[in-house]
């Protein structure tokens, strides 16, 4: 069963954007100081009513283009955390601390629709995977519910984009909905992904007894991370045991050009795909051995995959260094970057020679490991 959104104050652009909503399946329920507007409406399938916080309390969305904003507010004051859309003669205005007001793109609504409701087909049907896989992707790694509104601010998508998606997530149950908060988290069949047979690879579990032998080795920290869009992600590390240590929280996100781990996972993806991580993310400056300039970047790349190790000498943060190698899937390519990290005062260039051919044996191992894992275990690698 469709949600429903709510309709103040309709005015010229607002009528086409309502019967294309209900063309797509919304439920309308709407209040228009014209009656002939809203009789238009209504016999299209749309209710009425003349009561804006009754509208508001029936709602899931509300959509209003009243021209005064302290109409708007006055509807939300009992209604603090419904999202919804507003253009009003003013812009966008946002009421309240308690309440998060919710922001439509203008052109969306001069186009007459609530966030491409028709972009199922062609390039955009791409797009709305990404943007389904952003809310996935949060809710899983929120320890509670979340409302729309957050799930907006989180992603940067529109809220009525949000709320399309969510439909349709709830309806295949990747994503469970309680009615009574309104608010969401992960469904059966998300959970459910995991019991399958192929298992999720749990670094920490397999990766532990070869990042201690290279603790061993060089009394430094030891680390895996792994390529989450155009960052690297820490999933697993054993920690020096000196006194003085590198330690970096798992799940930190770390740039990929200024660091041993980043540079090796963006040495090894498609020059496109490389190319188009160094242009979108730009290339910041941390420390005056950043690498700021996108052709001595894309060399440096080449180095990195002739010699098979990538160095970070302080790129990222004066005084810390960082030796890493490439982690190969049963497939080949590069499923992880393995490194030991520590302070330059002992982990310095003259220590290269001696430790990347440990770490290539040892990421070499590593990658015979996921082999067996892969035949034996059926765990789903990269």
């Not at 601010?153 to 709320?163: D, E, F, K, L």
């Not at 990347?356 to 990658?367: D, E, G, N, T, Y």
Request: with cysteine.
């Amino acid at each position: 069963m469709s949600e429903t959104i709510g309709f103040i104050g309709l005015g010229i652009m607002g009528r086409p954007m309502a019967h294309n909503l209900l063309k797509a399946g919304y439920s309308l329920i709407v209040f228009d100081r014209h009656p002939e507007t809203t009789a238009e409406l209504v016999a299209s399938g749309a209710s009425s009513s003349k009561q804006m916080k009754e509208i508001a309390a029936k709602s899931d969305i509300l959509i209003t283009m009243l021209p005064d904003s302290h109409q708007v507010e006055e509807v939300l004051t009992n209604q603090p955390f419904l999202p919804f859309v507003v253009q009003s003669k003013k812009g966008f205005p946002q009421f309240g601390k308690e309440r998060r007001v919710m922001e439509e793109h203008r052109d969306t609504l001069e186009n007459g629709s609530i966030s491409s409701v028709s972009d199922t087909n062609g390039a955009n049907s791409v797009q709305s995977v990404e943007r389904a896989l952003d809310l996935l992707e949060f809710l899983a790694q929120s320890p509670n519910k979340v409302g729309i509104s957050e799930l907006s601010v989180a992603t940067g998508q529109p809220v009525a984009t949000v709320h399309r998606l969510l439909m349709t997530l709830v309806a295949r149950e990747y994503v469970a909905r309680d009615s009574r908060s309104r608010r969401y988290t992960l469904g059966s069949a998300a959970h459910a992904l995991v019991n399958i047979e192929h298992q999720i690879m749990n670094w920490g579990e397999v990766a532990a007894s070869f990042l201690r032998e290279l603790v061993e080795i060089s009394g430094e920290t030891a680390n895996i991370a792994l390529l989450e869009r155009d960052r690297a992600v820490y999933v697993a590390q054993v920690p020096s045991k000196r006194m003085v240590r590198m330690f970096t929280e798992l799940g930190n996100r770390i740039p990929l050009h200024c660091t041993g781990c980043g540079k090796v996972l963006l040495a090894y993806q498609s020059a496109n795909v490389a190319n188009t991580i160094i242009n979108q993310t730009g290339l910041r400056n941390y420390t005056g051995k950043t690498i700021t300039d996108p052709d001595q970047l894309r060399q440096e790349l080449e180095t990195i995959r002739q010699q098979g190790y990538a160095v970070d000498n302080g790129e990222q943060e004066d005084g810390v260094c960082c030796i890493a190698v490439p982690v190969y899937s049963p497939k080949g390519k590069v499923a992880a970057a393995m490194s030991i990290s520590g302070p330059t005062s002992r982990l310095d260039n003259s220590r290269t020679p001696e430790l990347a051919p440990h770490l290539i044996r040892v990421s070499k191992a590593l990658s015979d490991k996921l082999v067996e894992l892969y035949n034996n275990d059926g765990y789903a690698l990269i």
